[in-house]
């Protein structure tokens, strides 16, 4: 059984390093937190690596122990967790220089490029994934993993909105909850506080929105300069894509931001009911899942979302 390999593999190791997606989003934090916590549970010691994270997250347990760079070049163990390609890991150097590499993950186009692979694709998040781990072994959940966890769950389900969310998912929210984790308090600083930056982009973006197909697709972007001018920081473009998927009758939400004044932009494609937006996304080098899903697309604003919408056509009914 894979889980019992995962077992016998962290057992061995005597350095540790967590690894997951640039950009990490609350799933990517959460679950990689969570991670750390739960070896130390078993003794073991791991270093926590990301380039770079949103202020957002602050408040998470232990986010002050995040390592911006290893301890060491080379760690017996490479653990990577809600990551689909090893294209899309940060700080991926560490996981090409380990001993041996695990992936934990939920994206239904992970390529399974660990030596050992545990890969739910009908789960919500990858916090749940881990608490599924967890649970298989008796680890007990304290507070602090808890709050990690429910982080990933509520961020990666749009606060148990999305139809990705599970029965499973309420139960271990409950069982949570229960233990003392404040779910609201979660929520409304992941999901409810908006950034000023973030705030003003959003003005932006309804400005530029733009709905097409027959008012089945929304299109919106930002610019290199439009961040600038707001003072974003990491993490302030979140949620803006939500605001095309939120209008009625628009089955794809699709919203672009260009890649450091270049002319390559960074896609971000949300679907209502039908549209597998991971496919749409597939064709141009990235993916995700069904209903929420990415890639890098080179050109202009115009380019771009003229290759994108040809896509997307393919599918609308
Ligand atoms: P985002 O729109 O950035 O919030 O991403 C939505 C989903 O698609 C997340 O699950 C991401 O992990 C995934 N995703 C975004 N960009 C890419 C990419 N370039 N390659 C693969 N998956 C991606
Ligand atoms: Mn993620
Ligand atoms: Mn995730």
């Known amino acids: 059984m894979t889980l019992d390999e995962i077992l016998e593999e962290v057992k061995k190791a005597s350095s540790i390093v967590i690894l997951t997606h640039e950009t990490p989003d609350g799933d990517a934090i959460g679950t990689a937190l969570a991670t750390k916590l739960a070896l130390e549970k078993i003794d073991k ?14 408040f998470l347990p232990r986010c002050n122990e995040i390592l911006t760079e290893g301890k060491q070049e080379k760690y017996d163990l490479a653990i990577s967790v809600d990551c689909a390609t090893f294209k899309r890991l940060d700080n991926r150097e560490y996981f090409e220089n380990a001993k041996r590499t695990i992936v934990i993950d939920h994206h239904g186009s992970n390529n399974m490029y660990g030596d050992i692979n545990y890969v739910n694709p009908v789960s919500p998040a990858c916090s749940e994934v881990l608490l599924g781990i967890l649970s298989y072994f008796g680890v007990e959940v304290d507070v602090d993993m808890g709050t990690c ?61 733009e709905i097409l197909e027959n008012g089945k697709v929304a299109f919106s972007y930002i610019t290199t300069k439009d961040m600038e001018d ?25 919203f672009i931001r260009q890649r450091d004044n270049e002319d390559a932009y960074k896609v971000s494609m949300r679907s209502g009911e039908y549209v597998n937006v991971s496919d749409v996304c597939l064709m141009f080098g990235g993916g995700g899942h069904p209903r929420a899903a990415g890639a890098l697309v080179q050109g202009n604003v115009e380019e771009v979302k003229e290759k994108l919408l040809k896509e997307v056509r393919k599918y609308l009914k």
């Open 149 to 209: 966890l429910m982080t990933g769950i509520i961020t990666d389900t749009g606060g148990f909105q999305y139809p990705a969310t599970t029965a499973d998912t309420f139960e271990y929210a409950a069982e949570l909850l229960r233990k003392g984790v404040n779910i609201s308090d979660i929520c409304k600083k992941t999901l409810q506080t908006k950034t000023k930056a973030n705030f003003e982009l959003s003005k932006i973006v309804m400005d530029r929105m």
């Open 230 to 254: 707001v003072n974003a920081e990491e993490g302030d473009h979140e949620g803006l894509v939500n605001i095309g998927r939120n209008i009625e009758g628009v089955e794809v939400s699709i």
């Open 45 to 58: 010691n791991a270093d926590v690596i990301m380039s770079k994270y949103a202020r957002t997250f602050d």
